[in-house]
């Protein structure tokens, strides 16, 4: 068992907030995901789970037990780090065999154990080499090895693929969430990339400026996203967010007017629609000029410029049209969401 | 393109002409006193220029037989390995703690730590004496080792803490997470990544201290505690007059092991030299 919870944990620096109010249980075997933007406090929020960081108010607890003021290296955790953080003097097997060491783990297991985590990271071959003579890919793996050789009670992962080229990074993706499964181990992995959110993780929260914005499967994060931060942050390319007003079921703002909205709303809103909830077509709520068309071989990005904002629509692959010509879009009126100009929160 | 590589010939013709100048330059006094060193007494003080010299081991034979030269060698060494293993071993934990903990005053201690380095050795000549001489340790080649200790510490550390600052704090989490406590993260993990650092550091040390004349005339009375540098100074007087070619001998024998160790490690020296003036 391996449940771990956050209780309203604050970390002020001075009078700088890094993390303020989290509340968050981690489920046994969980693939959790902490995404935000850099300085959101997901590190921090990582980095107090590992002790490495103290809480300046509220509680960790592992399975049941406080752990504030416990030393990292009393807490059976296992971190990758964004850099690696290889031992730079020792071999990949000692580096490996490092936290064995540590930890007192009887040596007459040590081999054993450290091939078997080489060989389930494809590293045997390089396991006599300083980490100097590794490649950026296989250094993560042995800082993956290393995590993984003594079968730690919870994983943290932080940005641990964020330095490797985009092939590798989804190669590393697929096996980080393969050992995972395998091994059955609590995860706590910290990102700025949504992708990585995405396909990775059980669920996902979202952070901001130390404050967690929602708390969800990748689905639910996805499709119902708690706020506009949320929904802009979500998606490749992300929601399109306009605002404007709305009045008797009527949203318009400049070039842009949609009917059929619920009219119990009104007031000033921000309307978003996810670009592939936009159609090319001859008639539609939004006619403007197109601004930028990238054909990516699968499927098409057509950018409009409706007033001073852009507006991200996924049109078929074989879809063409000069720049500067004009175009016409409709909006899949169900899939509209609607939230508050002033506070951002979900309205519909 | 001929023209071109000529051109390039030539520009590194020129760049090792002014190089070879400066280390000719820089050589001279060195070159000059070995010649010194290696020629008959009478020949050294003719007025006369003399443009074929005669070799002569007379003051080669004289510093080993008339003087315990072999003495102040072991003095020299022993003083010198001594104060830098003291340095060591006192300024690695400290530059650790200045540079990776946190706590109040630290930057001031840092600051003082440096501060016993501007100090005029004058001005605490006199109360080092008395120090010594109530612990009776005056004419021992202890009291060297911990003068030269002293003076040395202040840059060893500074030096050290330079090295320390760049290792990343990644490293360190690391360690912790995966179980070590402070001493073996030390030991483990610092002390390694930062034997570049530590070789400067001892190397500049032991320049500083084959060459500390001040407190060494001070503390050393006898043979006991001579050094090298101190050795020079017996040639100075006496019925003899000024003996040049034992004192040029001696002080190239001063001088060639610093300069072997110095050029065995110069990248190291030159990368620990400006990290400890710059960084801070």
Same mark, same amino acid.
């Given at each position: 068992?391996?449940?771990?919870?956050?209780?309203?944990?604050?970390? #002020?620096?001075?009078?700088?907030?890094?993390?303020?109010?989290?509340?968050?249980?981690?489920?046994?075997?969980?693939?959790?995901?902490?995404?935000?933007?850099?300085?959101?406090?997901?590190?921090?929020?990582?980095?107090?789970? =590992?002790?490495?960081?103290?809480?300046?108010?509220?509680?960790?607890?592992?399975?049941?037990?406080?752990?504030?003021?416990?030393?990292?290296?009393?807490?059976?955790?296992?971190?990758?780090?964004?850099?690696?953080?290889?031992?730079?003097?020792?071999?990949?097997?000692?580096?490996?065999?490092?936290?064995?060491?540590?930890?007192?783990?009887?040596?007459?297991?040590?081999?054993?154990?450290?091939?078997?985590? =080489?060989?389930?990271?494809?590293?045997?071959?390089?396991?006599?080499?300083?980490?100097?003579?590794?490649?950026?890919? +296989?250094?993560?793996?042995?800082?993956?090895?290393?995590?993984?050789?003594?079968?730690?009670?919870?994983?943290?992962?932080?940005?641990?693929?964020?330095?490797?080229?985009?092939?590798?990074?989804?190669?590393?993706?697929?096996?980080?969430?393969?050992?995972?499964?395998?091994?059955?181990?609590?995860?706590?992995?910290?990102?700025?990339?949504?992708?990585? =959110?995405?396909?990775?993780?059980?669920?996902?929260?979202?952070?901001?400026?130390? !404050?967690?914005?929602?708390?969800?499967?990748?689905? +639910?994060?996805?499709?119902?996203?708690?706020?506009?931060?949320?929904?802009?942050?979500?998606?490749?390319?992300?929601?399109?967010?306009?605002?404007?007003?709305?009045?008797?079921?009527?949203?318009?703002?400049?070039?842009?007017?949609?009917?059929?909205?619920?009219?119990?709303?009104?007031?000033?809103?921000?309307?978003?629609?996810?670009?592939?909830?936009?159609?090319?077509?001859?008639?539609?709520?939004?006619?403007?000029?197109?601004?930028?068309?990238?054909?990516?071989?699968?499927?098409?990005?057509?950018?409009?410029? !409706?007033?001073? #904002? %852009?507006?991200?629509? #996924?049109?078929?692959?074989?879809?063409?049209?000069?720049?500067?010509?004009?175009?016409?879009?409709?909006?899949?009126?169900?899939? *509209? $969401?609607?939230?508050?100009?002033?506070?951002?929160?979900?309205?519909? | 393109?001929?023209?071109?590589?000529?051109?390039?010939?030539?520009?590194? %013709?020129?760049? $090792?002409? *002014?190089?070879?100048?400066?280390?000719?330059?820089?050589?001279?006094?060195?070159?000059?006193?070995?010649?010194?060193?290696?020629?008959?007494?009478?020949?050294?003080?003719?007025? +006369?220029?003399?443009?074929?010299?005669?070799?002569?081991?007379?003051?080669?034979?004289?510093?080993?037989?008339?003087?315990?030269?072999?003495?102040?060698?072991?003095?020299?060494?022993?003083? *010198?390995?001594?104060?830098?293993?003291?340095?060591?071993?006192?300024?690695?934990?400290?530059?650790?703690?200045?540079?990776?903990?946190?706590?109040?005053?630290?930057?001031?201690?840092?600051?003082?730590?440096?501060?016993?380095?501007?100090?005029?050795?004058?001005?605490?000549?006199?109360?080092?004496?008395? %120090?010594?001489?109530?612990?009776?340790? %005056?004419?021992?080649?202890?009291?060297?080792?911990?003068?030269?200790?002293?003076?040395?510490?202040?840059?060893?550390?500074?030096?050290?803490?330079?090295?320390?600052?760049? *290792?990343?704090?990644?490293?360190?989490?690391?360690?912790?997470?995966?179980?070590?406590?402070?001493?073996?993260?030390?030991?483990?993990?610092?002390?390694?990544?930062?034997?570049?650092?530590?070789?400067?550091?001892?190397?500049?040390?032991?320049?500083?201290?084959?060459?500390?004349?001040?407190?060494?005339?001070?503390?050393?009375?006898?043979?006991?505690?001579?050094?090298?540098?101190?050795?020079?100074?017996?040639?100075?007087?006496?019925?003899?007059?000024?003996?040049?070619?034992?004192?040029?001998?001696?002080?190239?024998?001063?001088?060639?092991?610093?300069?072997?160790?110095?050029? !065995?490690? +110069?990248?190291?020296?030159?990368?620990?030299?400006?990290?400890?003036?710059? #960084?801070?």
């Amino acid at each position: 068992m391996a449940r771990i919870e956050l209780r309203n944990i604050q970390r #002020k620096w001075g009078e700088f907030w890094g993390v303020r109010d989290v509340n968050l249980a981690i489920e046994d075997r969980e693939f959790l995901v902490l995404l935000g933007p850099s300085g959101c406090g997901k590190t921090t929020t990582m980095r107090m789970i =590992a002790g490495l960081e103290e809480p300046t108010e509220g509680e960790i607890v592992m399975d049941g037990e406080v752990v504030n003021g416990v030393d990292a290296r009393d807490r059976d955790v296992a971190m990758v780090f964004q850099g690696y953080a290889l031992y730079p003097n020792m071999t990949v097997y000692e580096n490996i065999r490092f936290p064995l060491r540590m930890r007192r783990i009887p040596p007459s297991e040590h081999d054993a154990r450290v091939r078997r985590a =080489a060989e389930m990271v494809e590293l045997s071959e390089f396991l006599d080499r300083k980490p100097a003579a590794l490649s950026g890919g +296989q250094r993560q793996r042995a800082a993956l090895a290393r995590a993984i050789v003594r079968e730690p009670y919870v994983f943290l992962m932080d940005e641990p693929l964020s330095n490797l080229d985009a092939k590798l990074r989804q190669q590393m993706r697929v096996q980080i969430k393969y050992i995972q499964r395998k091994l059955q181990i609590t995860t706590v992995y910290v990102t700025h990339d949504q992708i990585e =959110a995405m396909t990775l993780a059980d669920r996902i929260v979202v952070m901001k400026a130390g !404050a967690i914005q929602q708390i969800g499967t990748p689905d +639910q994060i996805y499709h119902d996203p708690a706020n506009t931060f949320v929904a802009g942050f979500i998606g490749s390319p992300p929601m399109n967010l306009v605002a404007g007003r709305l009045e008797g079921g009527t949203f318009s703002a400049e070039g842009i007017r949609v009917d059929g909205l619920p009219d119990r709303l009104g007031g000033d809103v921000v309307i978003g629609i996810r670009p592939e909830d936009c159609t090319v077509a001859d008639e539609g709520h939004l006619s403007a000029e197109v601004f930028g068309l990238e054909p990516t071989g699968d499927v098409t990005y057509l950018t409009l410029r !409706a007033g001073d #904002k %852009l507006i991200e629509v #996924k049109a078929d692959r074989s879809y063409r049209v000069p720049l500067g010509s004009g175009a016409t879009v409709a909006f899949d009126p169900a899939r *509209i $969401y609607l939230f508050d100009a002033a506070t951002g929160e979900r309205l519909r | 393109m001929g023209a071109r590589r000529g051109a390039r010939g030539e520009s590194r %013709l020129i760049r $090792y002409l *002014i190089l070879g100048s400066w280390a000719l330059f820089c050589l001279a006094p060195v070159l000059w006193f070995l010649s010194i060193g290696l020629r008959p007494r009478v020949e050294i003080i003719s007025p +006369q220029p003399i443009y074929v010299p005669h070799l002569s081991l007379e003051a080669w034979h004289m510093i080993w037989e008339d003087w315990p030269m072999a003495r102040y060698l072991r003095n020299s060494v022993l003083a *010198i390995f001594g104060s830098v293993l003291i340095d060591l071993v006192l300024a690695i934990p400290a530059a650790y703690s200045l540079s990776r903990y946190r706590y109040r005053g630290r930057d001031d201690i840092g600051f003082y730590i440096l501060s016993t380095r501007m100090m005029a050795p004058a001005i605490v000549a006199v109360p080092i004496f008395f %120090l010594f001489r109530s612990a009776g340790l %005056l004419d021992t080649i202890w009291a060297l080792m911990i003068v030269y200790a002293a003076i040395n510490l202040s840059l060893v550390t500074w030096i050290i803490r330079s090295y320390m600052l760049d *290792i990343p704090k990644e490293l360190e989490d690391a360690a912790r997470t995966d179980g070590a406590s402070d001493m073996r993260i030390l030991v483990e993990i610092i002390i390694p990544a930062i034997i570049p650092g530590i070789i400067t550091a001892s190397v500049i040390a032991m320049i500083f201290a084959i060459n500390e004349f001040l407190f060494t005339l001070l503390i050393a009375s006898t043979p006991n505690a001579y050094t090298l540098s101190v050795a020079l100074a017996n040639f100075t007087g006496g019925s003899d007059g000024l003996i040049y070619n034992a004192i040029a001998l001696v002080a190239f024998l001063a001088f060639v092991p610093v300069f072997l160790v110095v050029v !065995a490690i +110069q990248r190291h020296l030159s990368r620990g030299l400006t990290m400890g003036a710059v #960084k801070g």
